[in-house]
């Protein structure tokens, strides 16, 4: 195991650098923290270089993680305390990172079946992206779908808020409005918009066998080429003085909602 003593070494600085979404665009990796994280990866083959705290590496946690034969041979580092906090994001870390490496979908490759999907335009939080994506996977949706302008879904913020449901799910990012209307028009889907102007109670709609959920930016909704594009528009009723929801609320009721329906 390397030991990492200098603010200058080169792997640290590809850790750090990964904090940019540039570098993680253009080595195709990104950085996760914490044992549950940098195991389940491991387990996967996604993983390419295990960093450790110094101070972290007696504790039962990690000495069962760098025992295990899925990390045998990756890479790992022991990190000074003090350099190991440019890495750590968070009040409790547990002292280990890790390098993956980004699982790209082309979506041409995409193969429409029965289930529920999910398409996404323009979200800027990282948390709400986060918590989407863990709602998405708890409610069994087969693919989601990501339009250029959402925020990286391998932003650090977005993968702590995924708690680990990150890999459980294909995610196509960076869709223009060709890739959109590709989406639309050809993978035989049933489009479900939502919006406030001319839609449908939610609750009162029978969705169909394929169904795409499709839901926009935080404060601009969806754009007005893909509200053109999609088949039906769809609404949360609000029966308080409350215009609308957090997008990750209304994401969580509308992926529900369509189990739900199934369900009768």
Known sequence: MEYIQSKDNRTLKRMVGLEQRKNRDKYKEYMVEGVRSVRDLAER???????IRESSLPHEAIQELIKLPSTEHIQRFLIQDPLFEKLDHTMNGQGVVGIAEKQVHNINNFKE???????LDGIQDPG????IIRTAVAAGTKAIFLTKGTVDVYNDKTIRSTMSALNEITIYEGLDADDVQYVLEEYGLTSYVTTLDGATDYSAIDYAPATLLV?????????QKILEACEHRITIPMYGNIESLNVSIASALCLYKVRESWSK
């Open 113 to 119: 079946q029965a289930g529920l999907y999910l398409m």
């Open 128 to 131: 709400n992206l986060g918590t």
């Open 45 to 51: 083959g996604q993983l390419k270089v295990i960093g």
């Open 215 to 223: 839901l926009g930016n935080e404060g601009n909704g969806v754009s």
